[in-house]
């Protein structure tokens, strides 16, 4: 399952967000897309899943243009996991996650069987959500709502996901531990995870494939020494760093603001 992506142009309004974006993502690849805020980096998530409409340019999916697939189709292939669902829905965690069952599934004969009520329970307990079913959603905390989201897009089995901004707001601990989870849904169930964040020491810590977007266009994309590099930082984040190796991955630790 390949993404190509071809002069890709974005507007919203009159105002140009993305611009000239060429991109080509292989199954299997763990992907993330750094920038400040307003790079670009939710468009392009949104664009690729078929939620906001080019201006100019394609996105294909298996040499077929994402447009032309239904949006039912296109739901069993890829998820678009925004992190920013309301707790304040009047549902438990298990009627969440029943709910990734709707794309596969005629919507007028959905039924209940062992066989899915049983995958539930095996993806809750790898994701170590199995306390947390009977829970409302106003109940669990924030790092156990991104963990709840992350099965849901398990459970409809795409084979692209799309995570944008995971760790926002998180604490420093669940920020490691949704990194670690994604990381491990991308190994070991062969998922293609193309992941958005702002924070330079993830990139570091874990990125495979970076794709550095500025003012809407891709600046740099590569390996972890291709596109963490301090002046190239400074310039598109407007901060200096300090440059550290851990476990002999580059990490860049911002110290000041221009």
């Known amino acids: 399952m390949m ?3 071809e002069d890709l142009e974005v507007w919203y309004d009159s105002i140009p967000v993305l611009r000239d974006v060429r991109l080509e993502i292989n199954r299997g690849d763990f992907i993330l897309i750094i920038g400040p805020n307003g790079s670009g980096k939710t468009t392009l998530l949104k664009t ?6 080019p201006k100019k340019g394609a996105v294909y999916i298996d040499g077929k243009e994402s447009n032309r697939y239904s949006p039912r189709s296109l739901s069993k292939i890829l998820s678009y996991i925004d992190p920013h669902l ?3 829905m009047p549902t438990t965690v298990l009627e969440l996650l029943m709910t990734a069952r709707y794309p596969r599934e005629d919507l007028f004969k959905i039924k209940v069987d062992k066989e899915f009520i049983n995958k539930i329970n095996e993806i809750a307990k790898t994701l170590r959500i199995e306390d947390l079913l ?3 959603l106003d109940q669990v905390s924030s790092g156990e709502l991104q963990r709840i989201i992350i099965a849901r897009a398990l459970l409809q089995d795409p084979e692209i996901f799309l995570v944008d901004e995971p760790t926002a707001f998180l604490d420093l601990k669940y920020r490691f531990e949704i990194m670690d989870l994604l990381k491990k849904i991308n190994r ?8 958005t964040t702002h924070d330079l020491i993830l990139a570091g810590l ?8 500025y003012k ?8 972890v020494e291709k596109v963490l590099k301090k002046d190239l930082v400074k310039e598109v984040y407007e901060i200096d760093v300090e440059e550290i190796y851990v476990n ?3 990490i860049l630790i911002p110290i000041n603001m221009k």
Do not use: F, H, P, Q
């Open 3 to 5: 993404i190509k992506i």
């Open 48 to 53: 690729i899943a078929n939620l906001v409409k």
């Open 86 to 88: 309301s707790r304040e």
């Open 134 to 136: 009977e829970r409302r």
């Open 188 to 195: 070991e169930y062969m998922k293609t995870m193309i992941v």
């Open 206 to 213: 874990y990125g495979e494939k970076i794709i550095l977007l």
């Open 216 to 223: 809407g266009m891709i600046r740099a994309a590569g390996d």
């Open 248 to 250: 002999n991955r580059k």
